[in-house]
């Protein structure tokens, strides 16, 4: 089943620092040659077969951006997993979750995305091996979660493949109102597992698994072959990266 699609293209509030180092008024809205960013992740998905699209946004400029390349518009909640709550509740399951400053996200890695999902998951999301990401992107600055097998990076790219799901996103909520009271997240995976983490033995997939089983879903972790699918625009810098990238200019720090 083709899943719908919501582009998380909230605005935080205040002076966006990307958007500032361009010129713009909103980070989704930087041109990358002559394509704003938030066009080329709605390109590459429709070009991926997914059709129901829509962008939870509250920027009028970015709303009007969203509607000339023909997704529907979502306002956008307090937060990213506010805003996935609300997508969920309209456009149902199964929902391919993904960012406005996912600039170069390309539909292969979307169609393989889905195709690599286990049977049974009512979440999956997409990471990166560390290796791969540094092969890909020499010079990108990612953010990486250590574990046993391996360090890894985010790539954007989520589905919420059954109704349960709502589930996860609950629990996503929960995270962000701890993030500033790191010992909190790090005690939903109980005694055990935060042993077997800080001892250095525990892997990713264990990790998210014990996660979905705590929210009561199944939960996977898919491997993407291509470490350029980690790198969204963040910060100035990831956008002087994606720039030069795009110009075929050398990327090295």
């Known amino acids: 089943m083709i899943p719908a699609a919501v582009v998380l293209a909230g605005?935080?509030?205040?002076?966006?620092?990307?958007?500032?180092?361009?010129?713009?008024?909103?980070?989704?809205?930087?041109?990358l040659a002559g394509t704003t960013m938030l066009a080329r992740v709605l390109r590459a998905l429709g070009e991926a077969g997914i059709a129901n699209v829509a962008v939870a946004a509250n920027a009028t400029g970015v709303?009007?951006?969203?509607?000339?390349?023909?997704?529907?518009?979502?306002?956008?909640?307090?937060?990213?997993?506010?805003?996935?709550?609300?997508?969920?509740a309209t456009l149902g399951a199964p929902l391919l979750v993904t960012t406005g400053?996912?600039?170069?996200?390309?539909?292969?890695?979307i169609r393989q995305f889905l195709a690599d999902?286990?049977?049974?998951?009512?979440?999956?999301?997409?990471?990166?091996?560390?290796?791969?990401?540094?092969?890909?992107?020499?010079?990108?600055?990612?953010?990486?979660?250590?574990?046993a097998d391996g360090d890894?990076?985010?790539?954007?790219?989520?589905?919420?493949?059954?109704?349960?799901?709502?589930?996860?996103?609950?629990?996503?909520?929960?995270?962000?109102?701890?993030r500033k009271r790191p010992w909190r997240i790090v005690g939903r995976l109980g005694p055990g597992l935060l042993l077997r983490y800080l001892m250095g033995r525990l892997s990713l997939s264990e990790a998210i698994a014990a996660l979905g089983r705590r929210a009561g879903i199944t939960?996977?972790?898919?491997?993407?072959?291509?470490?350029?699918?980690?790198?969204?625009?963040?910060?100035?810098?990831?956008?002087?990266?994606?720039?030069a990238y795009l110009a075929g200019q050398p990327t090295a720090a």
Do not use: M
């Open 152 to 178: 890894w990076s985010g790539c954007n790219l989520f589905l919420l493949a059954t109704p349960k799901a709502e589930a996860a996103v609950r629990l996503w909520q929960a995270v962000e109102r701890d």
């Open 11 to 31: 605005s935080r509030g205040g002076t966006d620092p990307v958007a500032s180092h361009a010129g713009v008024s909103d980070k989704a809205l930087i041109e």
């Open 219 to 243: 939960a996977a972790v898919v491997e993407c072959r291509d470490g350029l699918a980690a790198v969204d625009v963040d910060k100035p810098s990831d956008l002087d990266f994606v720039r």
């Open 117 to 147: 999902v286990p049977r049974g998951a009512d979440v999956a999301v997409l990471l990166a091996r560390r290796e791969a990401v540094e092969q890909a992107a020499p010079g990108s600055r990612r953010t990486y979660l250590r574990f």
């Open 63 to 88: 709303i009007a951006e969203a509607e000339q390349h023909g997704a529907n518009r979502l306002p956008a909640a307090a937060g990213p997993s506010a805003s996935t709550a609300e997508a969920l």
């Open 101 to 109: 400053d996912h600039a170069l996200l390309q539909p292969e890695w």
